[in-house]
């Protein structure tokens, strides 16, 4: 009997044949579905497709715009600070209208058909950031909007702190620096902005952030302020001792010295004037040109003597400059009063020394005495009393002495005079002073009332000539 045997190779081969056949049928039936549907989604969003947050899979346009336009009626925009609601506003309240036809018509044809079996496993899409870049129109009413804004606007700060800005203040009669405050105003003119902005792109919930609060301009680590601040310290710290001669030592208390500081805000200086004034009041204390003095004329008379130019005061600007540098500086110490004119430098104003002239208008004499005795005396001239000539009166002083000078003026009618003279003493600062007058013909008497000079004590040439070498500069002259 004869026996048949199978291949097993062969077997395999005639089971493999119908099973690849089936498959490449399979995949070719799959792929031809997957095209096909793939038409539906040319007019039908692609699987997890959101706008809004909202879900418009394999909705057509019409159908999403129905759905968008559901949605945006009942839209409720927050306005939210820290988790709490503060301000509301519906979109039924703004009558809020969008073109979401044009807007979803030009997203359908940005997708591509063919990924929806992608999309359909992927994680839901937000196509905001498309929107974003849309020109979306949007119609509300604007009025409500305005009205809700300017709510918001006179409601929003009415309780909050407004910041301020660090600052340099006086308070219990020293500057220092007050911290600034933060506050937590809210700037509206920002939060406006987020209230547009998430109304036409239907963001319903509107954050106050960090960014939106109010914030003060100058911190206390602002270095101008810094600066400004230690330009004061220096100045409010220093300690002047203000020595006048040898009469007064005053300390400038530290009250008048801060008051003396101009501070506006953006800069750091002294008022020249309050420091000139201080000066003034203390000069005018101690100042000993000009005020009455006690006298015992040559016939023993005692008068009272007022005005004239004898004595010592204090020079303003000088000590106003040195006041004024040690404080910008900061150093403190004893600053000596700058003094001019020409005087005794005691508290005895009355003391006039023992060498001094002495002029009598009304018996029209002179007398000079030279270490507490008389030298010589003489009669004179004085001016003459018509037509403002008269001589002053008061307590003077030689403040110069020259020789061989022409004198010069205006004549009572006007015409011009210049007159040589030998010997020139001025004894003011308007040209009156003691001179030689060869001109005249006599001295005494009342030849002063019509042939007076204009002011100037007129002395025969041979009497000041002995003592014009004689008296030095700073010798006073007692006119009365």
């Known amino acids: 009997m004869k026996r048949t045997y199978s291949n097993g190779k062969n077997k395999k081969i005639k089971f493999f044949k119908p099973f690849f056949i089936s498959s490449i049928v399979g995949v070719l039936l799959l792929t031809g579905f997957y095209f096909i549907y ?22 057509t346009v019409e159908q999403a715009a129905q759905i968008l336009h559901l949605k945006l009626d009942q839209m409720n925009f927050k306005i939210i600070e820290k ?83 660090a600052e340099i203040v006086l308070e219990n009669g020293k500057y220092h620096l007050v911290k600034q405050i933060d506050g937590n105003t809210v700037n509206f003119t920002k939060l406006q902005k987020k209230i547009q902005s998430s109304i036409y792109n239907s963001n319903l919930k509107i954050y106050i952030t960090e960014d939106d609060y109010q914030k003060p301009n100058i911190k206390d680590t602002d270095p101008n302020l810094k600066k400004q601040l230690n330009q004061i310290q220096t100045i409010q710290n220093t300690n002047i001792i203000y020595q006048v001669a040898n009469v007064a030592t005053i300390k400038i208390p530290s ?31 101690y100042s000993t040109v000009g005020i009455t003095r006690k006298f015992k004329t040559s016939d023993g008379a005692n008068i009272q003597l007022n005005g004239g130019t004898y004595g010592r005061q204090i020079n303003l600007e000088a000590d106003y400059q040195k006041i004024k540098t040690n404080l910008l500086s900061g150093k403190s110490g004893e600053i000596k009063a700058t003094t001019i004119g020409q005087g005794i430098e005691n508290n005895n104003p009355n003391d006039l020394g023992k060498t001094y002239v002495e002029v009598s208008k009304a018996k029209q004499h002179e007398w000079v005495y030279v270490n507490g005795k008389l030298f010589l005396q003489t009669d004179i001239v004085t001016g003459k009393p018509t037509n403002n000539n008269d001589t002053p009166t008061g307590t003077f002083v030689i403040w110069n002495k020259q020789k061989n000078q022409h004198l010069k003026g205006l004549n009572d009618d006007g015409t011009k005079y210049d007159s040589f003279v030998s010997y020139w003493i001025p004894i003011d600062y308007t040209g009156v002073g003691l001179h030689d007058s060869p001109w005249q013909p006599k001295y005494g008497g009342d030849w002063y009332k019509e042939h007076g000079s204009h002011g100037c004590i007129n002395n025969p040439p041979e009497v000041i000539a002995k003592f014009f070498d004689i008296l030095p500069i700073g010798t006073p002259v007692i006119i009365y």
């Open 83 to 165: 988790d709490q609601v503060l301000f509301s506003i519906s979109s039924k309240e703004l009558k809020l209208k969008k073109n979401y036809p044009e807007l979803l018509n030009k997203l359908i044809k940005k997708q591509n058909p063919a990924l929806w079996g992608v999309k359909t496993l992927a994680i839901s899409e937000s196509r905001k950031s498309n929107i974003e870049n849309e020109n979306l129109t949007v119609l509300l009413d604007q009025q409500s909007l305005q009205q809700f804004e300017s709510k918001v606007k006179n409601e929003l700060n009415q309780k909050r702190v407004a910041p301020k800005d």
């Open 255 to 285: 009250e008048i010295i801060i008051s003396w500081i101009n501070y506006d805000g953006n800069s750091v200086k002294l008022n020249s004037q309050d420091i000139y004034n201080y000066l003034a009041n203390i000069n005018k204390n």
């Open 38 to 59: 793939s038409l539906n989604y040319q007019n039908h969003f692609l699987p997890n497709t959101e706008i809004y947050g909202i879900d418009i899979s394999d909705k």
